[in-house]
């Protein structure tokens, strides 16, 4: 974004308050509204890329040089055959012990065991205890959900992998996990009891997605007013004494002429993560 000129909504000083305020949370929205943008940026920020931050809030609130290993997990794949899901986590941690440059872990581990050790060897080698971040947590049940015997598995696999973050408390300086949905804390969280939910804290409703103020404030040109461009607000409310505090709206679009071309290249109402300049 910095490389071809494009706008972007600062959202670090909540990043700022969060990291601040807690060590683990739980983020719940939709599909769509910037929940992995948000788990990157919080990547790029523990392990010290000071110069994405440069501009920023968080720049000068920040200790650069203190990195934080990370572990980042995504579930993108399929789930939907017995053991799939625990091939996939080991696959992930394997490739994150060799971005570490650590020798593989013990053989004939689980995943849970897998990220025990893990988690325990990136806190010895960096003298800092890590930083652990899960996209789309719930996506290997829900993607099953029709088939009651594979979604009941990869829960109780989730159940125990999620568990071992808890007890690996003096190896993790912090946990985001987002998701889609939100389990019970006794049911796929019974291991992870201490995540503060933050889908429904006004304080952190806008923490994705845009607001319809930030079309005006950020991606309106004087050239281009957003009242002139095309907008698409599909968002939540979260509200406190009847009073909304925040409006994101992640499906939002601004599009404004140039010549030979009527919107930016790549950009979708769906997917626009930022726009570039006129």
């Known amino acids: 974004m910095r490389e071809t000129d494009s706008y972007y909504v600062d959202k ?3 990043i700022r308050e969060l990291i601040d305020g807690g060590d683990h949370y739980f983020l719940s929205r939709p599909r769509r509204f910037g929940k992995s943008l948000l788990l990157n940026t919080l990547r790029e920020l ?10 920023l809030h968080i720049h000068s609130h920040w200790d650069w040089t203190r990195p934080h290993p990370v572990v980042r997990l995504s579930f993108a794949g399929n789930y939907d055959e017995p053991g799939a899901l625990g091939q996939d986590l080991l696959a992930q941690l394997a490739i994150i012990e060799r971005n570490a440059g650590l020798s593989p872990g013990p053989e004939g581990l689980g995943a849970p065991g897998r990220l025990r050790d893990l988690l325990d060897r ?3 080698k960096a003298g800092r205890p890590a930083v652990v971040l899960v996209d789309e947590y719930d996506k290997p049940i829900l993607d099953v959900l029709g088939d009651t015997d594979m979604a009941k598995a990869n829960r109780d696999h989730l159940r125990g992998f999620y568990g071992v973050i808890k007890d690996s408390a003096e190896h993790v300086r912090f946990t985001f996990v987002t998701g889609i949905s939100m389990f019970s804390k006794v049911s796929l969280f019974s291991g992870l009891n201490n995540l503060r939910n933050i889908s429904l804290d006004p304080c952190f409703a806008t923490i994705c997605g845009y607001t319809d103020g930030d079309l005006d404030d950020v991606f309106a040109p004087p050239s281009c007013p957003a009242s002139t461009g095309t907008r698409y607000a599909t968002g939540t409310t979260a509200t406190t004494g009847g009073a909304t505090r925040g409006f994101t709206t992640p499906l939002t679009s601004c599009c404004c002429s140039r010549p030979g071309n009527s919107a ?4 979708k109402p769906a997917r626009l993560l930022s726009y570039t300049r006129p």
């Open 12 to 14: 670090t000083p909540l």
């Open 46 to 55: 523990f392990v010290g890329s000071e110069p994405l931050f440069r501009g």
């Open 264 to 267: 930016p290249t790549g950009m």
């Open 122 to 124: 990136l806190h010895r």
